[in-house]
């Protein structure tokens, strides 16, 4: 069974420059998570989708930070335009959903903002 | 508040030996699970093993285990014989609620280093 793909793996962007990162989850797979993680710290979440509705998004910066998840599989997050502070991995996941199932999760994408 | 505490950065122990690594949680919901993934250099989050509220026993998985206390909500993961491989960050993270529609909270992890 595939895993959650990511790309790119690595990006470096100068500030207030716009970035964009796809993810394709594990088939089947309803729920979808994008995480921020900033180095030494555990992920946080930044919108989840369930098929293609808005499930939370209550942590995504939205003057900035935008996502989609188009026909309820493959998704994109944007930044527009980029802080030093975005720099990060993103972490996307998805899930079956149920209570007791687990997130699987991408190779994240490394976003270093200069 | 937080929600899930991981009080310890960094912890050591030597190869073959057995090591907890402590979380504690905060939450009025009844119905909960709690989860501990590996995250290794490479970056990637690997599932290791799954606490619900209501189970009455403690989840174990191969050489993982999870000391659940409810009434003190901690959710310590033990690791028997501690292999090399072993050596990444560990977070314990927490899904609230009975739906199964809520998403993973995660600690600031605990880096585990294990010494030949």
């Known amino acids: 069974e595939a895993g959650v793909a990511q790309s790119p793996r690595y990006k470096i962007i100068e500030k207030r420059q716009s970035v964009a990162f796809w993810c394709n989850p594990i088939?089947?797979?309803?729920?979808l998570y994008w995480y921020q993680q900033i180095l030494g710290q555990g992920p946080k979440l930044l919108i989840q989708?369930?098929?293609?509705?808005?499930?939370?998004d209550s942590q995504l910066p939205k003057d900035r930070f935008s996502a989609e998840r188009l026909k309820g599989v493959d998704s994109t997050l944007k930044i527009q335009p980029a802080k030093l502070e975005d720099s990060a991995v993103y972490l996307c996941?998805?899930?079956?959903?149920?209570?007791?199932?687990?997130?699987?999760f991408g190779q994240g994408t490394r976003l270093t903002v200069v | 508040a937080q929600k899930i505490t991981q009080t310890q950065p960094g912890m050591f122990v030597q190869e073959k030996e057995a090591v907890t690594l402590d979380c504690t949680y905060d939450?009025?919901?009844?119905?909960?699970?709690l989860f501990w993934y590996k995250q290794p250099s490479s970056g990637e989050m690997i599932f290791l093993i799954y606490?619900?509220?209501?189970?009455?026993q403690n989840a174990t998985e191969g050489r993982y285990s999870l000391n659940f206390q409810k009434a003190r909500k901690s959710a310590n993961l033990v690791i028997s014989a501690s292999q090399l491989g072993d050596s990444a960050m560990y977070f314990c993270?927490?899904?609230?609620?009975?739906?199964?529609?809520?998403?993973?909270?995660f600690g600031s992890g605990t880096r585990l280093q294990v010494q030949p």
């Open positions: 996941a998805s899930s079956f959903g149920g209570v007791r199932t687990e997130a699987f």
């Open positions: 088939s089947g797979h309803a729920t």
């Open positions: 989708f369930q098929n293609n509705g808005v499930v939370d």
């Open positions: 939450t009025s919901d009844q119905s909960y699970g």
């Open positions: 606490q619900g509220s209501y189970d009455e």
């Open positions: 993270a927490m899904r609230e609620g009975d739906t199964g529609r809520r998403a993973l909270t």
